[in-house]
């Protein structure tokens, strides 16, 4: 959202960093930001456009071998709240349609539940390696059920990546199963 936002990076690159997870296309929209720190709050800026107003994007790399934003800690709470803004803003619509384009490789979870999805994943080891985190594997969205946009974020912690999806593609099948759509507003609101 911030690159769209910001006008810089090729299409090419947002549109494989959020349909196919490629970090190497991330890495590159991130380095057309400035990188770090600047990269980090034209980030920032983009989440307090779609209502999450306390997550703050990580701008250095904590963990070597890993992107500095995807060691950004994001509450599950602030992830739903993100999505479920995600439609008030150009960028974030923008996004959103690139979000309904997942490869077929990486539609589990929220992708899996039969559903029009519009989400994102994030996968790598848990937060505190040799402490038992295991694998973390998450993801944040938007469900359409009955006509209804519903946001949703989930996480799970496993042995691996795949008992990870099989988590995720759980609990995303119970939530789609289990929400009362009557009591959700027809849109977000801006």
């Known amino acids: 959202m911030a690159a769209i936002a910001a006008g ?3 299409r090419a ?11 190497a296309a991330a890495e590159r929209l991130w380095t057309a930001l400035g990188g770090g ?10 989440l307090r456009a779609a209502g999450d107003q306390r997550t703050v994007i990580e701008g250095r790399r904590l963990r070597e071998d890993y992107t500095a934003f995807g060691q950004t800690d994001w509450s599950l709470t602030d ?11 150009d960028a974030g ?3 959103l349609d690139l979000m309904n384009q997942v490869v077929a490789g990486q539609r589990w979870g929220l992708g899996s539940t039969g559903n029009r999805a519009g989400f994102k994943g994030g996968w790598g080891p848990g937060v505190t390696p040799g402490n038992g985190d295991g694998w ?13 946009r ?41």
């Open 13 to 23: 690159d947002l549109v494989q960093a959020i349909s196919a997870s490629d970090n």
């Open 93 to 95: 619509a923008r996004v």
């Open 79 to 89: 992830q739903a709240r993100f999505a479920a803004g995600m439609a008030c803003t």
């Open 37 to 46: 720190a600047p990269a980090a709050a034209a980030a920032t800026a983009q």
């Open 8 to 10: 810089v990076g090729a």
């Open 150 to 190: 519903i946001a949703v974020a989930i996480a799970t912690t496993a042995g691996d990546h795949g008992a990870g999806t099989k988590n995720l593609t759980t609990i995303a099948r119970w939530v789609a199963t289990h929400v009362n759509v009557k009591h959700v507003p027809r849109s977000p609101r801006c």
């Open 136 to 148: 973390l594997d998450r993801q944040m969205g938007v469900l359409t059920i009955e006509g209804k």
